[in-house]
């Protein structure tokens, strides 16, 4: 008998062809396989899918390379599309292999997890893990701290996307994300790691140059810089006063995608920006940065949050990575010792 979770018979998975093409397509809206479609071979694709290389994917589960290549064509067969693009240089994924790849991992998840519940197997972090975060977060929080990560979990590897460009967790068949925005997509779920208080700040220099702010009205005197969109924040203090930070109602040089440039920026003189108060607090400390109207602070709600595609069963390597994050980060973040 095949162990629980491995032989599981659903109806096949279902596909379309679009109009212009004729090239079929999955549509996943149920997603199912069928039984001559064992784990094995998925886990051979997803592993050279990660990897783009069918050879270093089935050596590292025993297999030689004419026995990967015949496994993974017996899949494509079954499906009816090219899941990996081949060439005598590289493998790249295909459109179809980027769509059906989450879900294959969701199979995988299932099984360890399946496998784990009745002692079989091992519950131990190990794989791949796809990660996207800020740039400017993960150079000064998670990058320092990930030589501890691999000496506690060997067997996960880290594949890390840094940018302040979001990518999509689902299409891009990420495992976890870090977020600092509020969850909307109903297709996640989000664990908390920290606060993200956000505040105006300038440079002493150009506090200088241009006069020191009093109130919140001084702000239409000024140079603003703003982040990605040019659109008003609002800003509160303890006691509930509101005011506004509007770039679009002011003189505003400067917009910027990349938060470690408007950071830079702001240093340089270039005017008045918001920012995370964890990614300006030792500039705050060193005086490289003053803190703008203090007693005001973003009076959204911002936390980081560690967000994942919404499954039945959390793996081995999503939970440990971010129960780390949590500890090492989230339980005590180094940004509000600053404040203290």
Same mark, same amino acid.
């Given at each position: 008998?095949?162990?629980?979770?491995?032989?599981?018979?659903e109806?096949?998975?279902?596909?379309?062809?679009?109009?212009?093409?004729?090239?079929?397509?999955?549509?996943?809206?149920?997603?199912?396989? /069928?039984?001559?479609?064992?784990?094995q071979? =998925?886990?051979?694709?997803? *592993? @050279?899918? %990660? $990897?783009?290389?069918?050879? +270093? !994917?089935?050596?590292?589960?025993?297999?030689?390379?004419?026995?990967?290549?015949?496994?993974?064509?017996?899949?494509?067969?079954?499906?009816?599309?090219?899941?990996?693009?081949?060439?005598t240089?590289?493998?790249?994924?295909?459109?179809?292999?980027a769509?059906?790849?989450?879900?294959?991992?969701?199979?995988?998840?299932?099984?360890?997890?399946a496998?784990?519940?009745?002692?079989?197997?091992?519950?131990?972090?190990?794989?791949?893990?796809?990660?996207?975060?800020?740039?400017?977060?993960?150079?000064?929080?998670?990058?320092?701290?990930?030589?501890k990560?691999?000496?506690?979990?060997?067997g996960?590897?880290?594949?890390?996307?840094?940018?302040?460009?979001?990518?999509?967790?689902?299409?891009?068949?990420?495992?976890?994300?870090?977020? /600092?925005a509020?969850?909307?997509?109903?297709? =996640?779920?989000?664990?908390? *790691? @920290?606060? %993200? $208080?956000?505040?105006?700040? +300038? !440079?002493?220099?150009?506090l200088?140059?241009?006069?020191?702010?009093?109130?919140?009205?001084?702000?239409?005197?000024?140079?603003?810089i703003?982040?990605?969109?040019?659109?008003?924040?609002?800003?509160?203090?303890?006691h509930?006063?509101?005011?506004?930070?509007?770039?679009?109602?002011?003189?505003?040089?400067?917009?910027?995608?990349?938060?470690?440039?408007?950071?830079?920026?702001?240093?340089?003189?270039?005017?008045?920006?918001?920012?995370?108060?964890?990614?300006?607090?030792?500039?705050?400390?060193?005086?490289?940065l003053?803190?703008?109207?203090?007693?005001y602070?973003?009076?959204?709600?911002?936390?980081?949050?560690?967000?994942?595609?919404?499954s039945?069963?959390?793996?081995?390597?999503?939970?440990?990575?971010?129960?780390?994050?949590?500890?090492?980060?989230?339980?005590?973040?180094?940004?509000?010792?600053?404040?203290?």
């Amino acid at each position: 008998m095949a162990p629980f979770g491995v032989s599981i018979v659903e109806p096949e998975i279902p596909l379309a062809e679009t109009e212009k093409t004729g090239k079929k397509r999955f549509q996943f809206s149920v997603f199912a396989y /069928n039984r001559a479609m064992n784990t094995q071979t =998925l886990r051979l694709f997803v *592993l @050279a899918a %990660d $990897k783009l290389n069918i050879s +270093a !994917a089935g050596r590292e589960l025993g297999l030689v390379p004419a026995v990967s290549s015949a496994r993974l064509a017996k899949l494509e067969h079954q499906l009816g599309v090219e899941l990996l693009h081949r060439s005598t240089r590289k493998v790249s994924l295909s459109l179809e292999g980027a769509e059906f790849l989450p879900y294959a991992r969701e199979i995988l998840a299932q099984e360890d997890a399946a496998l784990a519940a009745l002692g079989q197997g091992s519950a131990e972090a190990t794989g791949t893990l796809r990660f996207t975060a800020p740039s400017t977060f993960a150079q000064l929080y998670i990058a320092p701290i990930l030589a501890k990560f691999q000496d506690q979990h060997p067997g996960v590897t880290l594949d890390l996307r840094l940018s302040d460009t979001q990518f999509d967790l689902i299409e891009g068949s990420y495992d976890l994300a870090l977020r /600092n925005a509020p969850l909307i997509d109903t297709s =996640l779920k989000g664990r908390k *790691l @920290a606060n %993200d $208080k956000r505040i105006l700040c +300038a !440079a002493p220099d150009y506090l200088e140059t241009y006069g020191e702010l009093k109130t919140p009205d001084d702000l239409a005197k000024h140079k603003l810089i703003a982040f990605r969109q040019i659109r008003a924040r609002t800003l509160k203090t303890a006691h509930g006063a509101t005011a506004t930070f509007d770039p679009d109602a002011t003189n505003c040089p400067l917009i910027m995608d990349d938060g470690l440039s408007q950071k830079l920026a702001t240093i340089a003189g270039a005017g008045i920006s918001m920012n995370s108060l964890w990614s300006i607090q030792e500039e705050l400390a060193s005086g490289a940065l003053r803190h703008v109207l203090p007693e005001y602070e973003a009076a959204e709600e911002n936390v980081l949050w560690l967000i994942y595609p919404k499954s039945n069963v959390l793996s081995p390597k999503v939970r440990v990575f971010m129960d780390f994050l949590v500890a090492e980060i989230g339980a005590n973040p180094p940004w509000e010792k600053s404040e203290n």
